[in-house]
């Protein structure tokens, strides 16, 4: 099938690898732009980009969609069978929606309805869902919104974080699309009722709020790995909270932040956050007994705001 594949990060590259594998020909590859990346903000190729340049595949990386005609007349003339699309990172407007024969198949880490938007895979951890998964859609003008052709969940393992739910994902993106191709399978409406959104993450959502309850600030940390990553301040440096367990008993007498003993325990709008394994900006992650004997944080240290 001749097919143009479209996506940016880490978590497309196994479907563009399995499309090529499968003897797929891809026409043609979309991708976000090369930028400044690192401390060294040395300009770099997204994980697509890399992949693609790797099969000898031609490379296309607008910085925009909406208005570029010269990208909406590239991609029509093709001549595709369908275009998939996981994670690319930008709108595509009607004139590439309506170009394939069989339209744009996007790889969307979620159950739909549930977790339209940007960060589908944070979401799921943040808000406690036992279950995940992917699904395969065609895609129309709205958010996610289009019909479904295939879908399969995955439980979420209680401990899980966002980085090990994204390697999942991906390669169940990348299992479903090749049956998707196969099997053609009739589109279906999403259920009218149901719907939820994932907004595009920022680094500000990963500053930890110590007045809410420790059980929702240990999924926090673990949503947010690896980025935008949870962090708090200690002493006017970042902290960032790379791994942590949570214990609801309640605490007595201590205002949230306050760590309640010399292990890094610390207190939470209900219950406390043990914090397992940090790292200051700029310096080495550390687990907590190795911080701490660098970092004394002594029992009514207050951490935050």
Same mark, same amino acid.
């Given at each position: 099938m001749r097919l143009a594949f479209m996506g940016s990060p880490d978590f497309a590259v196994p479907a563009l690898l399995a499309l090529h594998t499968a003897g797929h020909e891809i026409a043609a590859v979309w991708c976000q732009p090369p930028r400044p990346a690192g401390r060294g903000q040395a300009v770099r190729r997204c994980a697509v980009h890399v992949a693609a340049d790797r099969l000898g595949l031609p490379v296309r990386t607008p910085a925009r969609l909406r208005q570029a005609t010269e990208e909406h007349e590239a991609f029509a003339a093709l001549g595709l069978d369908a275009a998939v699309v996981a994670a690319y990172g930008l709108i595509l407007p009607p004139a590439m929606l309506d170009a394939p024969k069989r339209g744009c198949l996007n790889i969307h880490a979620s159950l739909l309805p549930r977790?339209?938007?940007?960060?589908?895979?944070?979401?799921?951890?943040?808000?406690?869902?036992?279950?995940?998964?992917?699904?395969?859609?065609?895609?129309?003008? $709205?958010?996610?919104?289009?019909?479904? #052709?295939? @879908? =399969?969940?995955? !439980?979420? *393992?209680?401990?899980?974080? &966002?980085?090990?739910?994204?390697?999942?994902?991906?390669?169940?993106?990348?299992?479903?699309?090749?049956?998707?191709?196969?099997?053609?399978?009739?589109?279906?409406?999403?259920?009218?009722?149901?719907?939820?959104?994932?907004?595009?993450?920022?680094?500000?959502?990963?500053?930890?709020?110590?007045?809410?309850?420790?059980?929702?600030?240990?999924?926090?940390?673990?949503?947010?790995?690896?980025?935008?990553?949870?962090?708090?301040?200690? $002493?006017?440096?970042?902290?960032?909270? #790379?791994? @942590? =367990?949570?214990? !609801?008993? *309640?605490?007595?007498?201590? &205002?949230?932040?306050?760590?309640?003993?010399?292990?890094?325990?610390?207190?939470c709008g209900a219950g406390s956050l043990r914090l397992v394994r940090v790292q200051v900006a700029g310096r080495a992650a550390l687990d907590a007994h190795a911080f701490l004997r660098g970092h004394p944080v002594p029992a009514g240290t207050s951490l935050g705001p």
């Open positions: 977790w339209r938007g940007a960060a589908p895979i944070q979401a799921a951890i943040l808000h406690g869902d036992a279950a995940s998964g992917v699904t395969i859609m065609r895609m129309d003008p $709205g958010l996610d919104t289009g019909p479904m #052709l295939l @879908a =399969e969940s995955v !439980p979420i *393992p209680s401990r899980a974080t &966002a980085a090990a739910l994204h390697d999942v994902l991906s390669d169940l993106g990348a299992r479903l699309i090749l049956r998707a191709l196969l099997e053609a399978p009739a589109p279906v409406p999403q259920p009218a009722e149901g719907a939820t959104y994932a907004p595009r993450l920022t680094r500000a959502d990963g500053r930890i709020d110590w007045t809410a309850p420790a059980d929702a600030l240990d999924r926090r940390v673990r949503a947010f790995d690896p980025w935008p990553g949870a962090w708090t301040i200690l $002493g006017g440096e970042v902290l960032k909270i #790379l791994a @942590a =367990e949570a214990d !609801p008993a *309640p605490v007595a007498q201590a &205002a949230p932040g306050t760590a309640l003993d010399a292990g890094l325990r610390i207190a």
